[in-house]
């Protein structure tokens, strides 16, 4: 069945339009409360948010969706996706929701569900939600109405939790760490976490107004922390997006670590203490080929999935490993979270620097990349990967890049676009197969 409300990572669009406006989110949260409505005890839901200035309307339209079905609600203010996911497990919630869009800019907004255990929704409950949504609400009697309030110790209990994921006897006294918190969820508790593990740091992207997450800023906007860090001669900085479940690492040159060598750094320090589980590590179709060559050789693995964490996440489960995550930066560590999580990320790769007692740039580049190259086609309808010539054009340029390499060709799950990737050991071929599809999908359109 097509989705009209999900996509790859929860509802997602732009604000006051399509899904998002705040008619239709009264709607999602009753929708939502409704399924999660069984048993007969007392029903509970965790909303937390980032921090965009539309974030006010959809949290209000949430609460006014969920307690008319008779959920009582908890609200956290600003945090990261994470810590919502965490809270509803620890305080018994039926039902988490985190309003946030992301990396993406500040007129977009989204809600990304948790079940009460603290994972993400499968795609049959979504389908299941989406279904109440058009339907009408089952509201319930006025004496039955939930109620909602807000908690003050929400941002102490995951600042808890995330130091917990360091080893007792590990500290980062001496290290100098540049923290950009994209004017997002993290801009609190991430500097605060770093900080009382001993580290100096110099934080960024820390000032939110309602409408600068993500601006120039965080783990997508990469200029301002790569000088910052060199300005400042600090060992390491830290970038994580909107809503921080994401995290892209500079080292002490400048030079930033994208999620592929931060999962293989994780996974073979794991690997040679014995506890990385699975035998490998999960990632997407997205990850590099030189991921794959290099856990090859440390006779690991590689499994691929879909682009979307959650798709990770599944993979983990059935598989029983504990570290998974994607190229863009989430990393997915079960050992210490249900879902995605840039600062335990960032915790564990500043701890490895503290035990290798390597700089960074050393210690961080894991392996050799191979050329990779993604460009994105926005289309205005249609299925242009549905057409006879661009097909034609994609088996071309598989055959060609057989044994040498691999060709990723996917619409997007959050806007119009046709991503083309192509990876190979020869960087001139890799540009031309990449143009020559990239062409065949503007022709069809």
Excluded at 256 to 273: K, S
Excluded at 411 to 429: K, L, W
Aim: aromatic residues 4%.
């Amino acid at each position: 069945m097509a989705r009209k409300f999900f996509g790859t990572d929860g509802i997602r669009g732009r604000t006051n339009e399509g899904a998002m406006t705040a008619a239709t989110v009264m709607k999602v949260g009753q929708a939502a409360g409704t399924h999660f409505l069984r048993g007969g005890h007392r029903h509970r839901v965790v909303i937390g948010k980032d921090t965009r200035l539309s974030g006010y309307m959809m949290e209000s339209a949430l609460v006014a969706g969920f307690t008319s079905v008779g959920m009582d609600v908890i609200m956290t203010g600003p945090l990261p996706t994470p810590a919502i996911a965490l809270l509803t497990r620890e305080m018994r919630a039926d039902l988490g929701v985190m309003i946030s869009a992301s990396h993406n800019p500040f007129e977009d907004n989204g809600i990304k569900l948790f079940g009460p255990d603290g994972y993400k929704l499968s795609d049959e409950a979504e389908a299941a939600i989406e279904l109440l949504i058009e339907q009408e609400p089952l509201l319930v009697q006025p004496e039955r109405i939930g109620r909602a309030r807000r908690i003050d110790d929400a941002s102490g209990r995951y600042i808890h939790a995330v130091k917990q994921s360091v080893a007792s006897d590990i500290r980062f006294d001496g290290l100098k760490v540049v923290v950009d918190c994209a004017n997002g969820a993290a801009y609190q508790v991430a500097p605060s976490a770093i900080w009382e593990l001993g580290a100096e740091v110099i934080a960024m992207g820390t000032e939110p107004n309602g409408t600068n997450i993500n601006d120039g800023v965080g783990s997508t906007a990469l200029d301002a922390i790569k000088a910052r860090v060199v300005d400042e001669g600090a060992d390491i900085g830290i970038a994580l997006d909107g809503d921080a479940d994401r995290l892209i690492v500079i080292d002490e040159k400048g030079q930033a670590v994208d999620g592929d060598q931060i999962m293989g750094l994780i996974a073979t320090r794991l690997n040679d203490r014995g506890d990385l589980k699975g035998g490998g590590v999960v990632a997407t179709v997205m990850s590099n080929l030189g991921l794959e060559r290099y856990l090859k050789d440390k006779g690991l693995t590689l499994e691929r999935t879909k682009v979307g964490d959650r798709y990770v996440l599944e993979r983990m489960k059935e598989g029983g490993f504990n570290v998974g995550g994607e190229q863009s930066g989430h990393m997915i560590l079960t050992d210490f979270g249900t879902t995605g999580d840039g600062t335990v990320a960032a915790l564990r790769v500043l701890a490895s620097v503290v035990r290798s007692g390597k700089p960074a740039s050393e210690l961080l580049h894991v392996f050799d990349p191979v050329p990779q190259l993604l460009k994105n086609v926005r289309y205005s309808g249609g299925k242009p990967l549905e057409a006879e010539s661009v097909k034609s054009v994609i088996a071309e340029a598989e055959k060609e890049l057989e044994g040498s390499g691999r060709l990723v060709i996917r619409p997007s799950g959050t806007e119009p676009v046709i991503r083309v990737m192509a990876e190979g050991d020869d960087a001139a071929q890799v540009e031309r197969v990449v143009d020559r599809i990239c062409d065949a999908v503007r022709d069809a359109v």
